[in-house]
């Protein structure tokens, strides 16, 4: 059942918990996720990064992500991840996206404002759905040399007045707060400012998002749920844990003949097992 991110947020917030919203570059991804939120028979997100536009385009994988969700058995969204193109975010809507997440974090705030009126403009047309973004989240807009560091910038973090300011402003649907998590694999246990959330959240009366939810601890899934996060981004651990899973299936073949078609279903199984595993939290 195609659902708007709006609608899906509702379902989250009546029950006070978040919904999983997966990164799925490629046809084996789409269907583990929907497949796990079936079996388990909760909401999900699907999403296409524009990053990944070189990985797979989105006008190969939008059509087959739309039509997925519409057969699914489960409330599915499908949604695109930190767009900072703004034609993007057309292609997208023009696709059937029912909602649009633009970044325009690296921004000044005059300009993220400004964009994220016009992409909720282009949103209106076809009633879908608005994420954006105030704050800096770690790693991806920080650029390289700072996965190391030990305390991100205190100035990354999102501010609660501006936050209010922002929704605002725009009218978007969902604001995406920058508190300590970051895109990637992390290289040490992340520093949390969960205050954050509790000072967002008295500020500004949407859903928060969880953006580098990877690798986060059951118990802060937890904190940030009670705080009010409604969405969990979730991708490079479901990945990893796909690609683990072919590397040790390889190790075992003893006639060294391995066939791609057995590539895909042992990195989708376990995609499916991380994806299930990572719902049972949110949910």
Same mark, same amino acid.
């Given at each position: 059942?195609?659902?708007?991110?709006?609608?899906?947020l509702?379902?989250?917030?009546?029950?006070?918990s978040?919904?999983g919203?997966?990164n799925?570059p490629?046809?084996?991804?789409?269907?583990?996720?929907i497949?796990a939120?079936?079996?388990?028979?909760?909401?999900? +997100? +699907?999403?296409?990064?524009?990053v990944?536009?070189?990985l797979m385009?989105?006008?190969?994988?939008?059509p087959?992500?739309?039509?997925?969700?519409?057969?699914?058995?489960?409330?599915?969204?499908?949604?695109?991840?930190?767009g900072?193109?703004l034609?993007?975010?057309?292609?997208?809507?023009?696709?059937?996206?029912?909602?649009?997440m633009?970044?325009?974090?690296?921004?000044?705030?005059?300009?993220?404002?400004?964009?994220?009126?016009?992409a909720?403009? +282009?949103a209106k047309?076809?009633?879908?759905?608005v994420?954006a973004?105030?704050?800096?989240?770690?790693?991806r807009?920080?650029?390289?040399?700072?996965?190391?560091?030990?305390?991100?910038?205190?100035?990354?973090?999102t501010?609660?007045?501006?936050?209010?300011?922002f929704v605002?402003?725009?009218g978007i649907?969902?604001l995406?707060c920058?508190?300590?998590?970051?895109?990637?694999?992390?290289?040490?246990?992340?520093?949390?400012?969960?205050?954050?959330?509790?000072?967002v959240?008295?500020k500004?009366?949407?859903p928060?998002?969880?953006?580098?939810?990877?690798?986060?601890?059951?118990e802060?899934y937890?904190?940030?749920?009670?705080?009010?996060?409604?969405?969990?981004?979730?991708?490079?651990?479901?990945?990893?844990?796909?690609g683990?899973?072919?590397v040790?299936?390889?190790?075992?073949k003893?006639d060294?003949?391995?066939?791609?078609?057995?590539?895909?279903?042992?990195?989708?199984?376990?995609?499916?097992?991380?994806v299930?595993?990572?719902l049972k939290i949110?949910?």
């Open positions: 059942m195609l659902v708007t991110l709006k609608e899906i509702q379902i989250a917030e009546a029950k006070k978040a919904v919203s997966f799925t490629n046809l084996e991804s789409v269907m583990s996720v497949g939120a079936e079996e388990l028979n909760v909401p999900v +997100i +699907i999403m296409h990064a524009e990944h536009e070189d385009p989105l006008s190969v994988i939008g087959i992500m739309v039509e997925m969700a519409k057969k699914a058995k489960v409330p599915v969204c499908v949604h695109l991840d930190h900072v193109t034609s993007y975010l057309q292609a997208a809507v023009n696709l059937g996206f029912t909602s649009i633009y970044d325009g974090s690296t921004l000044s705030y005059g300009e993220n404002v400004a964009n994220t009126c016009i909720v403009e +282009i047309k076809t009633g879908a759905s994420e973004e105030i704050g800096v989240l770690g790693k807009e920080l650029g390289a040399g700072h996965e190391d560091n030990e305390e991100a910038p205190k100035e990354v973090y501010d609660p007045d501006d936050a209010k300011r605002e402003e725009t649907d969902a995406a920058s508190f300590g998590t970051a895109h990637g694999i992390y290289l040490k246990k992340p520093k949390l400012d969960m205050s954050v959330l509790d000072r959240k008295e500004v009366n949407i928060l998002v969880m953006h580098g939810g990877s690798g986060v601890s059951e802060d937890k904190i940030a749920i009670n705080k009010g996060v409604r969405k969990i981004n979730y991708y490079t651990y479901m990945a990893k844990a796909g683990e899973a072919v040790s299936k390889v190790k075992e003893s060294n003949v391995v066939y791609y078609h057995d590539i895909v279903l042992w990195g989708s199984n376990a995609m499916k097992e991380n299930k595993s990572a949110f949910s």
